[in-house]
């Protein structure tokens, strides 16, 4: 575009503009190609279009004694209002505003609608406007009636624009490209009077402004669909790692992320946002991470974001993450096996709520006392072994996803634990309902909840054992040896005798609750106090102990285990 232009040198060239934009007013053009007209003949005249040298109105369409001196006339009146400061252009009204530079509003990041310059367009033909796909589907304006051979050249590529009258309406009707498909759809115009050349250009040049509205808006549409296919892939791959299918898990991620999963172990980040910032959050983890983790949003929580971490980097980026964000926290696992991602997972939880109360906001899984290694290492093998040996018949992949089906249905809720693998609830249900009855036990009872998990956790995290020859060995071991050891038992009469020194009697009322299965109704009417008053007790235990319970999960068990070790509570009812 030139610049700087004199009034003789720029009336000149607006003639020049002028005449490239004129249209004529001729019927249906069937000349097989697209025509176009003045410095729009391609998008990239686009910008000659919506900025000319001179900014005035337009001469009005139709016949002039003069044309020279009409537009000598107007660009003198331009220039004397550039040369007073433009204070009168600034309160100028729309209707004065040249049709070009509204039309170019509408290409504005913040106006890209192409409802609204359809309305536009017809507003300023004073008619009707519609814009219509190539299966005739509206798109935007008022539905009109179009001749529909008519409307199927233009379609199939046969002519670009056309005219038409029938019935005192006259009609334009431009051919509009569609992104992804060769057929176009139709831009059409009708109203009761002719088409001068103005209203001709605006018809034409407006076809072109959608043109790239609609690819504008199908680029945005495919990035999106993009974004969402990457962020379910994510999702697919920590689903694996949950139910331990490693090698489906670095096949699958191995075709956008070579190499993230090219180790043994990884830790599991939890980070939890206020309520609403989601969004930003896991961007900003994505950027911090730059794919050397695993950024996922959680299926289970709406305010959590999981990060599998490799290597170590991306753990102090995390850090910095929560650092810039008030009201975020950030819980850690250990470093686990791959295959052991669900335990990490839950580990991260647990820090978690931890974390609440740090200053950092932040905290990583501690390893405290946990009471499986106060057991006896081969009686815990030997009846870890026997109680999970039914499902040792099954096939490898039937049996990994039970087992990590049942350890996390017994860490969350079912609903939880469906969402983060992906399944129905019923499906959850159904695989802990089969491995009820392939063990012969019951997961209404607390104990027994416990105790399976207890064998869950020694299955995946105890090294294996020496093989050693020992032809003495008779029958397995039951529980009840398992939990009879001096240092499990002291351990156990040390947390649960931190109850005591309420005067509340916090320890009756946590065995009468951990006895009724976590039922708090059913504790209340065994102690004849309300329900309300029980999960006050078993709510006030939580920091004394130091652990959730209501919540259920890890904390729980292990105060059940507790309870067991000291005969508090009678052990569960065992099949095997």
């Given at each position: 575009m030139v610049r700087g232009w004199g009034l003789s040198g720029c009336t000149s060239k607006y003639f020049a503009i002028r005449r490239a934009y004129a249209v004529p007013d001729a019927s249906a053009v069937r000349e097989g190609g697209e025509r176009t007209y003045g410095p729009f003949g391609s998008r990239a005249g686009v910008r000659h279009f919506v900025r000319p040298c001179v900014t005035g109105r337009p001469p009005p369409g139709g016949e002039v004694p003069s044309r020279d001196r009409q537009g000598e006339a107007e660009a003198r009146d331009e220039e004397k209002g550039d040369v007073a400061g433009s204070e009168d252009g600034a309160r100028r009204t729309d209707a004065e505003v040249p049709w070009a530079q509204q039309l170019l509003e509408h290409l504005r990041p913040t106006g890209r609608d192409v409802r609204r310059v359809v309305a536009w367009l017809a507003d300023r033909v004073q008619g009707a406007a519609v814009l219509q796909d190539d299966t005739g589907t509206l798109l935007a304006g008022t539905p009109l009636p179009l001749d529909e051979a008519l409307v199927a050249d233009l379609v199939t590529g046969r002519i670009a624009s056309a005219a038409w009258e029938a019935g005192g309406q006259h009609q334009r009707l431009v051919r509009v490209g569609q992104p992804r498909t060769a057929a176009a759809g139709v831009l059409a115009v009708s109203r009761d009077a002719p088409f001068d050349r103005r209203a001709s250009d605006m018809v034409t040049h407006t076809a072109q402004v959608v043109e790239l509205l609609l690819r504008a808006r199908e680029s945005t549409a495919a990035g999106h669909r993009l974004r969402q296919a990457t962020s379910d892939l994510r999702l697919a791959i920590l689903q694996l790692l949950m139910v331990e299918d490693v090698v489906s898990a670095r096949r699958v991620a191995a075709g956008l992320w070579p190499g993230l999963l090219d180790t043994d172990s990884a830790c599991v980040y939890v980070v939890e946002s206020p309520a609403g910032e989601r969004e930003q959050l896991l961007a900003e983890c994505l950027h911090a991470t730059a794919e050397r983790a695993l950024v996922v949003r959680c299926p289970a929580m709406d305010q959590h974001v999981i990060v599998v971490v490799p290597g170590d980097a991306a753990a102090q980026e995390l850090r910095a993450v929560i650092g810039?964000?008030?009201?975020?926290?950030?819980?850690?696992?250990?470093?686990?096996?791959?295959?052991?991602?669900?335990?990490?997972?839950?580990?991260?939880?647990?820090?978690?709520?931890?974390?609440?109360?740090?200053?950092?906001?932040?905290?990583?899984?501690?390893?405290?006392?946990?009471?499986?290694?106060?057991?006896?290492?081969?009686?815990?093998?030997?009846w870890t072994a026997h109680l999970l040996r039914p499902l040792d018949t099954l096939a490898h992949h039937t049996r990994a996803e039970l087992l990590a089906t049942t350890r996390l249905g017994l860490e969350f809720t079912a609903v939880n634990a469906a969402k983060v693998l992906g399944v129905s609830r019923n499906t959850v249900r159904a695989r802990m309902e089969r491995v009820e009855g392939l063990l012969g036990v019951s997961f209404s009872d607390l104990t027994a909840r416990a105790v399976v998990h207890l064998a869950l956790n020694t299955q995946v995290c105890l090294e294996p054992a020496p093989v050693v020859a020992t032809p003495e060995l008779g029958a397995p071991a039951g529980l009840g040896e398992v939990l009879s050891g001096p240092a499990l038992r002291t351990w156990g009469q040390d947390l649960v005798g931190r109850l005591a020194a309420d005067a509340r009697d916090l320890r009756r009322t946590v065995r009468t609750w951990i006895?009724?299965?976590?039922?708090?109704?059913?504790?209340?009417?065994?102690?004849?106090?309300?329900?309300?008053?029980?999960?006050?007790?078993?709510?006030s235990a939580e920091p004394v102990l130091q652990r959730q319970l209501l919540a259920g999960g890890s904390d729980l068990y292990e105060v059940v285990l507790a309870h067991l070790a000291t005969g508090d509570v009678e052990q569960p009812r065992l099949t095997r």
């Open positions: 810039r964000r008030p009201g975020t926290f950030l819980g850690g696992s250990a470093r686990q096996g791959l295959a052991r991602t669900s335990v990490a997972y839950g580990q991260a939880v647990s820090a978690l709520a931890v974390a609440r109360f740090r200053p950092d906001n932040a905290a990583v899984y501690a390893e405290r006392t946990h009471p499986e290694r106060l057991m006896d290492p081969a009686l815990l093998r030997s006895a009724a299965g976590g039922n708090s109704e059913r504790t209340a009417q065994a102690l004849g106090v309300h329900a309300q008053t029980v999960r006050e007790h078993v709510r």
